[in-house]
């Protein structure tokens, strides 16, 4: 576990927007130098800029972590201008709430390369890295509380935040078994106030919208009005930053900002255990909650 961040490394990808921009700027403001990783590298760059005005190093690169090789440019830019990693986000994340009849295939490849295969790509790179460090180090996975329950809707997204929750799990007990020093923690936030309703605007081309009318129904327009409210009524951002920086000073793997869930946690082992059925929202009374 690592408490003060004073002349650490980290790399946060994603960070232009949202939660990993809130990370970026939160660990400069406890004195980390960052790398600001995003597709988008001008608002990259103005994240960093910010967070040079905070008397600390600030980087940024152009990078889509949904690709093997971008992750290497990312992994070498932070070789080049930091030579270690103390800190890794893999924050980046989309959505798509087609079902499971209509979704196109590529939205489905998009969701889980980006929300799934970027953190493989990403730990593949640095792991190696920040074993031989052999110092303390954290990487903190950004999942979902859709990776830890699931609702009768957006099929993709739940399943890919499950695959990614599931594969941190997995890092933190094999790095435990071997005694390293590295922490992993996921963040598995409820709806959190970003603009993330906005996911389409960071497809890479080859997920661009095109033609296809299920992109131009009316049905799709629904989902992004729904993701929209969830969205934007979702908790402020610095309320939930000031949480997890909190939770992240103790010995926490899951990092929930979100006690209104813990009910449904709660019963699902209940229900996993028993051997009945998957947990039905009815019947943990969080229906107006979700
Ligand atoms: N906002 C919420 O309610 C909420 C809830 C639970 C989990 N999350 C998770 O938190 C993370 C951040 O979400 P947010 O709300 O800040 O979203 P956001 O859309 O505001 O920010 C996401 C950032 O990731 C970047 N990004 C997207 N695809 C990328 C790619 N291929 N390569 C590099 N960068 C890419 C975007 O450009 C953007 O800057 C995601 O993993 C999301 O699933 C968000």
Not at 129 to 136: G, I, S, T, Y
Not at 154 to 179: D, I, M, R
Not at 216 to 236: N, R, W
Not at 247 to 274: P, S, V
């Amino acid at each position: 576990m690592i408490t003060d961040y004073k002349g650490l490394k980290a790399v946060v990808t994603g960070g232009a927007n949202g939660i990993g921009k809130a990370f970026a700027l939160g660990f400069a403001e406890r004195g980390a130098d960052v790398l600001v990783v995003d597709i988008h590298p001008d608002e990259a760059a103005a994240v960093a800029a910010e967070i040079r005005k905070l008397g600390v190093q600030g980087y940024s690169i152009g990078a889509d972590v949904s690709l093997k090789e971008e992750c290497k440019k990312i992994y070498d830019k932070t070789v080049e201008v930091f030579g270690r990693c103390d800190i890794l986000v893999n924050n980046a994340g989309v959505s798509a709430s087609g079902d499971f009849t209509n979704i196109p295939e590529r939205d489905i490849r998009w969701v889980y390369e980006v929300n799934v295969f970027s953190h493989w790509f990403m730990l593949g790179y640095f792991l190696p890295m920040m074993e031989a460090q052999n110092e303390h180090a954290q990487i903190i996975n950004v999942c979902s509380i859709a990776g830890l329950i699931t609702s009768p809707a957006s099929p993709t997204y739940f399943s890919s935040k499950h695959a990614a929750v599931a594969l941190s799990e997995v890092l933190y007990k094999e790095l435990k078994a071997k005694g390293s020093k590295i922490d992993v923690s996921i963040f598995a936030p409820g709806f959190v106030a970003t603009e993330m309703h906005l996911t389409d605007r960071h497809r890479p081309p080859r997920y661009a919208i095109n033609d296809d009318p299920y992109y131009h129904d009316e049905a799709y327009a629904k989902q992004l009005e729904i993701s929209k409210y969830v969205t934007t009524t979702g908790e402020p951002l610095d309320k939930v930053m000031d949480k997890v920086f909190e939770m992240l000073g103790t010995e926490c793997f899951y990092i929930l900002t979100h006690d209104k869930y813990d009910g449904i946690l709660r019963a699902q082992g209940e229900f996993q255990a028993n051997k009945t059925r998957p947990v039905e929202l009815s019947d943990v009374s969080v229906k107006a909650t979700l």
